[in-house]
């Protein structure tokens, strides 16, 4: 299976804030990475394919990079509704898996 | 507008079989663009992918999980199924069920979840 780390596990921000999120595959994935944004209680949802495509109606402050083994998702003026639970999937390959997420709290 | 919704029992006893239904309302399951997913979440825990079908009922299971998954589809009542044997407490989690768009393998669209716990 492909093993996906993400760092940092936390991160502490403030509202305007520039913040960058990053997610190692243990293997090269091409440009087969998703990110979600999963805010409590909810389902997750869907923010970047592909690497760096945004999904419909996701905000442009949102921006997702890298090929391979090496991913970044960027936030570029934090807003008070982007606190959340940030997870990376590999898209690669059967089994789809997982980073163990990221969580961005207020400063 | 796609919705899915998961149904089935809050509470499963240790060593019986986990049954969950996701119907799928506003459109079909029948295409070849997606498959249709289970994922679930553990209380405070992350992201598990369960397994996945396809329209031609082609399944793909996580490994750690595949001797007691089964994933069905029932296209006469666009439901999709899961059922998850011998279950203990580490099972206990919210099941999401999900559409995967084939070509991305992104999760396009989920469930609200529904929480099951493993407990006598």
């Known amino acids: 299976d492909i093993q996906m780390t993400q760092s940092p596990s936390s991160v502490s921000a403030s509202v305007g804030d520039r913040v960058t999120i990053t997610c190692r595959a243990s293997q090269g994935i091409d440009k087969w990475l998703t990110w979600y944004q999963q805010k409590p209680g909810k389902a997750p949802n869907l923010l970047i394919y592909?690497?760096?495509t945004l999904h419909s109606g996701v905000p442009s402050r949102f921006s997702g990079s890298g090929s391979g083994t090496y991913f970044t998702l960027t936030i570029s003026s934090l807003q008070p509704e982007d606190f959340a639970t940030y997870y990376c999937q590999q898209a690669n390959i059967f089994p789809v898996t997982f980073g163990q997420g990221t969580r961005l709290e207020i400063k | 507008q796609l919705q899915l919704q998961e149904s089935g029992p809050g509470l499963v006893k240790p060593s019986e079989t986990l049954s969950l239904t996701c119907t799928v309302s506003g459109g079909s399951i029948s295409s070849r663009d997606y498959y249709w997913a289970w994922i679930r979440q553990a209380p405070g825990g992350g992201l598990e992918w369960i397994g996945s079908?396809?329209?031609?009922?082609?399944?793909y299971y996580n490994p750690s999980l595949r001797s007691r998954v089964t994933i069905s589809v029932d296209r006469s009542k666009t439901q999709l199924s899961l059922r998850l044997s011998s279950v203990t407490a580490a099972d206990s989690a919210v099941y999401y069920c999900?559409?995967?768009?084939?070509?991305?393998?992104?999760?396009?669209?989920w469930g609200h979840g529904t929480l099951v716990t493993v407990s006598s």
């Open positions: 999900a559409r995967q768009v084939k070509s991305t393998t992104s999760s396009d669209y």
């Open positions: 592909a690497a760096s």
């Open positions: 079908i396809y329209y031609n009922e082609n399944t």
